[in-house]
């Protein structure tokens, strides 16, 4: 489970341009970001207990590619995708 790392508080008198105040936010948002778009690439097909609800496992071996995406029922598996 992803959680905020820094927690976001009220800015300091002397943060007149709100550059660190700014930035926690900012960091949160890049963590929101890369957590959202970068996914696991695997050669097998996901076990029951690998990933989260929520985990995007993209799949490659060579020959087939599918997504995989882990629910509360567990692994779902798109159809065969073709490359373009």
Do not use: C
């Not at 002397?14 to 970068?38: E, M, P, R, W």
């Not at 996914?39 to 097998?44: E, N, P």
């Not at 087939?64 to 490359?83: E, Q």
């Amino acid at each position: 489970m992803l959680s905020q790392s820094s927690p976001v508080v009220p800015p300091t008198p002397t943060d007149g341009n709100l550059t660190g105040f700014s930035q926690v936010i900012q960091n949160s948002f890049k963590t929101l970001f890369q957590a959202g778009h970068i996914h696991r690439v695997v050669t097998s097909a996901p076990k029951p207990n690998d990933g989260e609800v929520g985990s995007i496992y993209l799949f490659d071996d060579s020959t087939n590619i599918y997504i995989y995406i882990k629910t509360s029922r567990g692994w779902a598996k798109s159809s065969t995708l073709t490359l373009i």
